[in-house]
């Protein structure tokens, strides 16, 4: 009989088009949702609308990972800000308890939209946490 327990949601890998293979530590896949399109047919003389499906709307992609000598996330986000829109495709892949593949979702046009670092406590221990948000044009789960 097949196992039909949910995945735990510390098993996963990211890998980014063109950058060396990091681990981190949180990844936040978004939201994404179908716009609703209210309209009154001409005809109709109820106060009643349709509603129709709109426009698909993708949230950001949030990666975090605890800091270290690799700067790939912060050049690919200077290299944005700078001026040069490097687009990258992203793949979020969940795995099992074996550390199979069981689900990904590709992010596609993915680019750095924010780059946040820390906090740097004098008194804590803590690893620091570089955050990159991600504005993507779409995201779909395959197998």
């Known amino acids: 009989m097949p196992d039909h327990a949910p995945y735990r949601n510390f098993n996963f890998r990211v890998e980014i088009d063109g950058l060396p293979e990091t681990g981190f530590s949180e990844v936040v896949v978004p939201e994404t949702r179908i716009e609703v399109v209210e309209y009154r047919e ?4 109820t106060s009643g609308t349709r509603k129709l499906p709109g426009r698909a709307k993708v949230g950001n992609v949030v990666l975090r990972r605890g ?12 290299t944005v800000r700078d001026g040069d829109l490097d687009r990258r495709n992203v793949a979020i892949i969940l795995l099992d308890a074996t550390r199979t593949d069981v689900r990904r979702w590709a992010v596609q046009q993915a680019w750095p939209t924010a780059y946040i670092l820390g906090p740097l406590q004098g008194h804590g221990n803590e690893v620091v946490i570089e955050t990159l948000e991600l504005a993507c044009e779409r995201v779909d789960a395959v197998t």
């Open 42 to 45: 001409g005809g109709d003389h």
């Open 67 to 78: 800091i270290d000598q690799d700067l790939s996330l912060w050049n690919w986000f200077r």
